[in-house]
Nanobody
Framework: QVQLVESGGGLVQPGGSLTLSCAAS????????MGWYRQAPGKQRELVAT???????NYADSVKGRFTISRVNAKNTLYLQMNSLKPEDTAVYSC????????????????WGQGTQVTVSS
């Protein structure tokens, strides 16, 4: 049983900044990879950035140099610092985590949060 809750979305002007957070809770044994994904209306969900438990990071080309993904393993929390935001960044941003939870034995999970809306507009 693992839950992910995102926060930090909202309305921001082009060129502005926003920070998203994702808190994981439950009977977590180990979280391996975590990531941010986004989906704009009429478009497929796309990868924004991922980070492994060891700190290996992957960014989409569209956000490279502007966004920074990080995590605090001891708090099971994921962050996305978004700078120099553009209108095309407007989307629902969702947090994903995969790993293992404890329920008598260890079981694999791949869980999504409910998403948070980010709107970049003047």
């Amino acid at each position: 049983q693992v839950q992910l809750v995102e926060s930090g979305g909202g309305l921001v002007q082009p060129g502005g900044s926003l920070t998203l957070s994702c808190a994981a809770s439950g009977n977590i044994f180990r979280i391996n990879a975590m990531g941010w994904y986004r989906q704009a209306p009429g478009k497929q969900r796309e990868l924004v950035a991922t980070i492994s438990s060891g700190g290996s990071i992957n960014y989409a080309d569209s956000v490279k140099g502007r966004f920074t993904i990080s995590r605090v393993n001891a708090k099971n929390t994921l962050y996305l610092q978004m700078n120099s935001l553009k209108p095309e960044d407007t989307a629902v941003y969702s947090c994903n985590a995969e790993g293992w939870y404890r329920s008598g034995a260890a079981y694999y999970f791949n869980r999504w949060g409910q998403g948070t809306q980010v709107t970049v507009s003047s």
